[in-house]
């Protein structure tokens, strides 16, 4: 089973306009990480906002945010006032165990999103 | 700028040849990673680094030899490749210190085995 899902291959936004990218995880674990990279043609993986399990409030990063919903297992990215610059692919990743005291760990990502802007 | 390098950028070599990718994070960081971007696929992690020890293998072919002499470089080397390992090779970096840890990629080296 996949642990994260990402069911928009591809979307179409105006520009200006909000958009919502969705993400869904699977993990059993009470103890995770939940991430989003943005992917330009470059191929870069550019950090745009996490979410922890245990974080009371949805995170926000600038025109980022993230609508974290625990009992559904989704953590879908918000944009708002979209900009041509947001053109890219978009990853959702989780990590597993994130609070078991430290050592490294991989990311799981998900298939992506690759949203468009037009003006 | 995200302060991870990796070099080359760009990589075409034959099935017989022997090359080497190189990553260097200028973060500080304790721990690094390798991952590979295949068309269509997600990305999937091949090995983890922390304080200069592999800590994860996800059952890579040997083809693919990771090495880590310091909490800067990673090196992965390539021997007798095949066409389906052509992808995109990314290499992170964090700093572990257990919590919400968040990974900075480098660019990536593009490989076309031919």
């Known amino acids: 089973a996949q642990k994260i899902t990402q069911t928009q291959p591809g979307m179409f936004v105006q520009e200006k306009e909000a958009v919502t990218l969705d993400c869904t995880y699977d993990t059993s674990d009470p103890s995770y990480g939940l991430f989003w990279y943005k992917q330009p043609s470059s191929g870069e993986m550019i950090f745009l906002i996490y979410?922890?399990?245990?974080?009371?409030q949805n995170a926000t990063e600038g025109r980022y945010s993230l609508n974290f919903q625990k009992a559904r297992k989704s953590a879908n990215l918000v944009i708002s006032a979209s900009q041509l610059g947001d053109s890219a692919m978009y990853f959702c990743a989780m990590r597993e165990g994130m609070y078991s005291g430290g050592g490294a760990d991989g990311l799981t990502f998900g298939k992506g999103t690759h949203l468009i802007i037009q003006p | 700028e995200t302060g991870v390098t990796q070099t080359p950028r760009h990589l075409v070599m034959g099935m017989t040849n022997k090359k080497s990718l190189k990553c260097e994070q200028h973060?500080?960081?304790?721990?690094m990673y390798w991952y590979k971007q295949s068309a269509k696929k997600p990305l999937e992690l091949m090995f983890v680094y922390s304080l200069e020890e592999r800590v994860e293998n996800n059952s890579v072919p040997s083809r693919f030899s990771p090495e880590c002499p310091n909490s800067s470089h990673l090196f992965l080397h390539l021997h007798t490749l095949q066409p389906e390992d052509s992808a995109l090779y990314l290499c992170?970096?964090?700093?572990?210190?257990?919590?919400?840890?968040?990974?900075?990629f480098g660019p990536g080296t593009r490989l076309t085995v031919t």
């Open positions: 979410q922890g399990s245990y974080d009371q």
């Open positions: 973060l500080g960081h304790n721990a």
């Open positions: 992170a970096s964090s700093q572990d210190r257990g919590g919400v840890v968040e990974q900075y």
